[in-house]
């Protein structure tokens, strides 16, 4: 059974650092682009950031940029976003995604194949 689960979320103040955490399972995502996307109250899910399967290209949406870095580890068959200066626009469940397979930086939910169940990360003010 293919699994992505996450880790790291929860509750810090205005400008706290964290890392959130994604193991996978169940296969190989070495070749696997993945990404990370959060659904904050109210609104849809959208992409935060993401990277290519050998990590040469990222994506990072406009609100995060310079803030919050994605990598990936294949060895440990993972990905990770640390996020600095955290705001409380920033505040919601982030989920972790990975894709088949894919040469690019991948930015929409339809082009990934795997999903995890999300980790609630919230910023008090």
């Known amino acids: 059974q293919v699994q992505l689960v996450e880790s790291g979320g929860g509750l810090v103040q205005t400008g706290a650092s964290l890392r959130l955490s994604c193991a996978g399972s169940?296969?190989?995502?070495?070749?696997?682009?993945m990404a990370w996307f959060r659904q904050s109250p109210g609104k849809d899910r959208e992409i935060v950031a993401a990277i290519s399967w050998g990590g040469a290209k990222e994506y990072y949406v406009d609100s995060v940029k310079g803030r919050f870095t994605i990598s990936k580890d294949n060895a440990k068959n993972a990905v990770y976003l640390q996020m600095s200066n955290l705001k409380p626009e920033d505040t919601g469940v982030y989920y972790c995604?990975?894709?088949?397979?894919?040469?690019?930086?991948?930015?929409?939910?339809?082009?990934?194949?795997?999903w995890g169940q999300g980790t609630q990360l919230t910023v008090s003010s």
């Open positions: 169940g296969r190989s995502f070495h070749m696997s682009p």
């Open positions: 995604a990975a894709r088949q397979g894919g040469s690019d930086a991948y930015r929409r939910q339809s082009e990934y194949d795997y």
